[in-house]
């Protein structure tokens, strides 16, 4: 069984950093490309970070956080990173992780990144 499980979101002021995590389990991680996602108050849920299962590991970003975000993972421990960085209000979101898998998707419970002074 699938199971995507975030941490590491919460307060932080307009300018600093934060890391979210997702612990993945119940499919072979490194073969798979892994999505972060992020859902605003009153916004759809958007893409906002790819990271690719090929031996030669793309990472694609929104422009919206391109420059500022950084996608990782580390297969041994099936775990997403996404270290965010310069972070703005507008950064201000429910945090997810996001697999699909046998043509059936998967999502985290997601995390809150609460960007304020």
Not at 27 to 43: C, E, H, I
Not at 91 to 103: E, H, K, L, N, Q
Request: aromatic fraction near 12%.
């Amino acid at each position: 069984q699938v199971q995507l499980v975030e941490s590491g979101g919460g307060l932080v002021q307009p300018g600093g950093s934060l890391k979210l995590s997702c612990a993945a389990s119940g499919f072979p991680f490194s073969l798979y490309t892994v999505k972060w996602y992020r859902q605003a108050p009153g916004k759809e849920r958007e893409w906002i970070a790819s990271i690719s299962n090929v031996s030669s590991i793309q990472m694609y970003y929104a422009d919206s956080v391109k420059g500022r975000f950084t996608i990782s993972k580390d297969n041994a421990k099936s775990t997403l990173y996404l270290q965010m960085s310069n972070l703005k209000p507008e950064d201000t979101a429910v945090y997810y992780c996001y697999v699909i898998r046998g043509g059936d998707d998967y999502w985290g419970q997601g995390t809150q990144v609460t960007v304020s002074t």
